[in-house]
């Protein structure tokens, strides 16, 4: 599983010109789902998504996690984070998730993060989205719970 964590200050998602989700500060995870990822996976990336020191204390450094913060989390899934780009100009999927196994990794990464108390709000499975964020800092984070 290779999550994108992006510290933001707000995100929203749009399907069809529509606001379908949106946070205000917090998390906006990108979440791709490999074929061989587990609920072992699913718990590492939720604890590290909501435990992760990447928001400013009062001294401005990263000393404060998500749920210091009180913030919320926009979970996305995205399955070209999986896109293998070393051979070739297309990048290949292979080691994506079908889409069936995906889902349920993806929600159980919801509810997972939901019972530790955290507001999570998400995209649409298997549509075409929009993503609007403002990332703060910038800061941004690649998490892989392989390596």
Do not use: W
């Not at 749009?14 to 072992?40: M, N, P, R």
């Not at 995205?78 to 080691?95: A, H, I, Y």
């Amino acid at each position: 599983m290779v999550g994108v964590i992006q510290r933001v200050s707000e995100a929203a998602i749009y399907v069809g010109g529509e606001c379908v989700s949106q946070i205000g500060k917090g998390i906006l995870l990108l979440v791709g789902i490999a074929f061989d990822d587990t609920h072992e996976d699913v718990s590492f990336m939720a604890d590290k998504t909501i435990h992760l020191r990447i928001f400013g204390d009062e001294q401005g450094n990263l000393n404060r996690s998500l749920l210091d913060e009180q913030g919320e989390v926009l979970v996305v899934s995205q399955f070209t984070l999986l896109g293998d780009t070393r051979k070739g100009r297309r990048p290949s999927f292979s080691d994506a998730a079908r889409p069936e196994a995906a889902e349920n990794l993806y929600r159980a990464l919801i509810e997972e993060m939901k019972s530790c108390g955290v507001p999570v709000k998400e995209g649409r499975f298997r549509a075409r989205m929009e993503v609007k964020l403002t990332n703060s800092g910038p800061v941004t984070l690649i998490v892989n719970t392989k390596k």
